[in-house]
T-cell receptor, first 111, second 113 residues
Framework: GENVEQHPSTLSVQEGDSAVIKCTYS??????FPWYKQELGKRPQLIID?????GEKKDQRIAVTLNKTAKHFSLHITETQPEDSAVYFC??????????FGTGTRLQVFP | NAGVTQTPKFQVLKTGQSMTLQCAQD?????MYWYRQDPGMGLRLIYY???????DKGEVPNGYNVSRLNKREFSLRLESAAPSQTSVYFC????????????FGPGTRLTVT
């Protein structure tokens, strides 16, 4: 079935450290994998995405990696800052029409 | 360019009441989506519309109906609200085809007592 698993559910790091969030998906036909950041009381905002023909993508302090064989993808945040504190969601695109989301990771960055 | 807008922002219903959540986008997007978000859970797809005139069920469609009124508007109706439908509801849209980026509205916080 259509499923996205996300781990961990909570993650606490010291400012300046790195944070890694991992997701797995079930459908090998999925070809698009976005990551969303949601601050408290706000809407989800797209922060980075990757397509299935690419293994890694970077944008300043954030990067996403994709392993199609294992059906894994990960979000990496380096040099974390307090403003990175939020809930992060991964998602996978299914059947050409819909995104299925993971259950979210609450990231807390302590000064 | 307002993007994706939703009304109302907040709503309190009694069990059994009905209401319609409105969503509109001004980006000329083909596909529109309704999600619900519950504490500790991700965004779960209720219904979606890949193009004007079509609608399809998502992961949790029971208790809801939708209408794709035109290309801009996609409404979600609760015919007989239940406490289990207390949630934050997000509408989203995307261009369609090979353009996958999805943009979210600000959400509607619904409480059913």
């Amino acid at each position: 079935g259509e499923n996205v698993e996300q781990h961990p559910s909570t993650l606490s790091v010291q400012e300046g450290d790195s944070a890694v969030i991992k997701c797995t998906y079930s459908d090998s036909a999925s070809n698009y994998f976005p990551w969303y950041k949601q601050e408290l009381g706000k809407r989800p905002q797209l922060i980075i995405d990757i397509r299935s023909n690419v293994g890694e993508k970077k944008d300043q302090r954030i990067a996403v990696t994709l392993n199609k064989t294992a059906k894994h993808f990960s979000l990496h945040i380096t040099e974390t800052q307090p403003e990175d504190s939020a809930v992060y969601f991964c998602a996978a695109f299914y059947n050409t029409d819909k995104l299925i989301f993971g259950t979210g990771t609450r990231l807390q960055v302590f000064p | 360019n307002a993007g994706v807008t939703q009304t109302p922002k907040f709503q309190v219903l009694k069990t059994g009441q009905s209401m319609t959540l409105q969503c509109a986008q001004d980006m000329n997007h083909n596909s529109m989506y309704w999600y619900r978000q519950d504490p500790g859970m991700g965004l779960r797809l209720i219904y979606y519309s890949a193009s004007e005139g079509t609608t399809d069920k998502g992961e949790v469609p029971n208790g809801y109906n939708v209408s794709r009124l035109n290309k801009r508007e996609f409404s979600l109706r609760l015919e007989s609200a239940a406490p289990s439908q207390t949630s934050v509801y997000f509408c989203a849209s995307r261009t369609g085809g090979n353009t996958h980026e999805q943009y979210f509205g600000p959400g509607t916080r619904l409480t059913v007592t």
